[in-house]
């Protein structure tokens, strides 16, 4: 089992910035691949990003390539997302997520076996 509990949302301008994180606990944090997701209201849970084990790859959602970066540091459990030049259609409920390495970069929500509660980031413009 990994339990994941995100933090790091908020209200935010336009054009501003937030860093989201995810702590990771149970299972050894580095045996798992992590995804970040996002779901507006009345809509589908949509994949942001992506991050393989070591942190030596990643890959991303063309609609947040550029303005959106994630990292991992595995001494301190914790996932990250990095998200700049925030718009107003990027308000959503954000959510962290664990998947076995051999499917890292997938973008399934379905491959993805944990989950965190979710953060909600509110942009306003």
């Known amino acids: 089992q990994v339990q994941l509990v995100e933090s790091g949302g908020g209200l935010v301008q336009a054009g501003g910035s937030l860093r989201l994180s995810c702590l990771a606990s149970?299972?050894?944090?580095?045996?798992?691949?992590m995804g970040w997701f996002r779901q507006a209201p009345g809509k589908e849970r949509d994949f942001l990003a992506a991050i393989n084990g070591s942190g030596s790859r990643r890959n991303y959602a063309d609609s947040v390539k550029g303005r959106f970066t994630i990292s991992r540091d595995n001494a301190k459990n914790t996932v990250y997302l990095q998200m700049n030049s925030l718009r107003p259609e990027d308000t959503a409920v954000y959510s962290c997520?664990?998947?076995?390495?051999?499917?890292?970069?997938?973008?399934?929500?379905?491959?993805?076996?944990?989950w965190g509660q979710g953060t909600q980031v509110t942009v306003s413009s």
């Open positions: 149970g299972r050894t944090f580095s045996e798992y691949a």
């Open positions: 997520a664990a998947v076995r390495l051999r499917l890292y970069g997938t973008t399934r929500f379905r491959d993805y076996d944990y």
